[in-house]
């Protein structure tokens, strides 16, 4: 369910229901928002979209489809999505039958592993007093608490939308960071 969502079925507003749970309980939901955004692109849509950037660039680069999105020219999802989506930008366009642009470098050494960026979004979390947990508040943090940390970029091109990454982060098993101090105790006395 989506936050909207409860709040019809309980009849309040949209911010009764954010102020009632746990900052934990928020980010599931958000991940559910997000996802039903992400949604909105069928598989096919996107390869459509894919085929319509190409009249505009010839051979079609990840780069030059994002500038065409940006600038309205395609109708389209986004380059992260067409990634997760697909796996590879390459992957995308060989199913949309188009040619994709030659990579920048033909080894890519990887900095963090997937667990080692979920490690660093937990690590974000819990050094939130105020469990502010916006990409906002993780860009800050990072430029001036943790300039180690990935980008959000890299975050939302490997693992997935900032609610999604959160959830993930907290799903962590075995970490450092304990989130118990969000969890919200309810008396229903």
Do not use: H
Not at 97 to 111: I, L
Not at 152 to 174: D, F, H, Q
Not at 176 to 189: C, T
Request: glycine share 4%.
């Amino acid at each position: 369910m989506t936050v909207a969502e409860i709040a019809y079925d309980l009849e309040v507003s949209e911010s009764t229901v954010a102020k009632s749970i746990s900052p934990i309980q928020l980010a599931f939901l958000q991940s559910n928002e997000r996802n039903l955004v992400e949604k909105k692109f069928s598989d096919e849509e996107c390869l459509e979209a894919l085929r319509t950037a190409q009249t505009y660039a010839f051979p079609l680069t990840a780069k030059t489809y994002s500038k065409l999105i940006s600038k309205g020219e395609v109708v389209g999802p986004s380059t992260p999505l067409i990634y997760n989506r697909f796996g590879s930008w390459a992957t995308a366009c060989q199913l949309a039958g188009v040619e994709s642009g030659e990579a920048v470098r033909d080894n890519y050494d990887r900095q963090y592993t997937d667990s080692e960026i979920l490690q660093y979004v937990r690590r974000f979390l819990y050094e939130q007093e105020d469990a502010n947990w916006t990409i906002a508040q993780y860009v800050k943090w990072r430029e001036f608490d943790c300039e180690e940390a990935p980008s959000m970029a890299l975050i939302r091109n490997r693992i997935g939308s900032w609610p999604m990454t959160r959830v993930k982060a907290i799903l962590l098993k075995n970490s450092p960071y304990s989130l118990e101090a969000f969890e919200k105790v309810f008396d229903y006395e």
